[in-house]
């Protein structure tokens, strides 16, 4: 099928993720938002721009996937319910990263509680503003039987979990990871052995 896997966000949308990542920063002044908080990583609650950033890419994938991203993502003050996006029936937590980085990236802030974390699947989006590219997707049983630990030469801080972009499914072969008989063309089913 082919799809088109690159999107350049509108200036007003840009402008509104802006917004939302001075709110966020703000909340997180304010003390609100305590379990995000105490989780965050690497400065992630003072860093205006990586939360519009971030917001950004879940606009992206929106926008790739049809759906209105101001009517389907999450923009209060709050947490999110630990999903970005309902896609396909699918509970999915958007990922993004930078030009010219290549993991998808769990941080070892959050490696205790993966197993609680209610989503279905990882999409990464990689680019910067304007520019983005919904890259891959993997489920989280496979995220989770698959995934690498970065060790104290690697590139990514010591503990985090990670995947590389180039082992994701491609876009073009997402299903709803709950889907029997289901499956991307390029992955063996490794469920139930």
């Known amino acids: 099928m082919g799809m088109n896997h690159k999107i350049v966000l509108p200036e007003k949308l840009i402008q509104r993720c802006n917004k939302f990542g001075e709110r966020v920063v703000d909340s997180y002044r304010a003390g609100l938002n305590q379990a995000s908080l105490s989780v965050s990583y690497r400065g992630a609650d003072k860093n205006v721009a990586l939360q519009a950033e971030a917001k ?14 101001i009517e389907t993502l999450h923009w209060g003050r709050a947490a999110d319910l630990g999903y970005d996006v309902i896609y396909k029936g699918s509970r999915l937590d958007i990922k993004w990263v930078g030009l010219g980085r290549k993991y998808l990236i769990w941080s070892k802030a959050k490696n205790d509680f993966f197993d609680t974390r209610p989503f279905d699947a990882f999409v990464l989006v990689k ?9 891959g997707w993997l489920s989280k049983y496979d995220f989770y039987h698959r995934h690498g630990i970065a060790g104290r030469s690697h590139v990514l801080d010591e503990g985090t979990w990670f995947m590389d972009s180039r082992e994701l499914w491609g876009m073009d072969d997402f ?18 052995t």
């Open 56 to 69: 950004m890419a879940e606009c992206a994938f929106c926008l790739w996937a049809g759906l209105d991203p």
């Open 127 to 135: 680019g910067l503003r304007p520019r983005f590219e919904v890259s």
């Open 175 to 192: 299903y709803p990871p709950g889907m029997k008989g289901a499956q991307p063309s390029n992955v063996v089913d490794l469920r139930g």
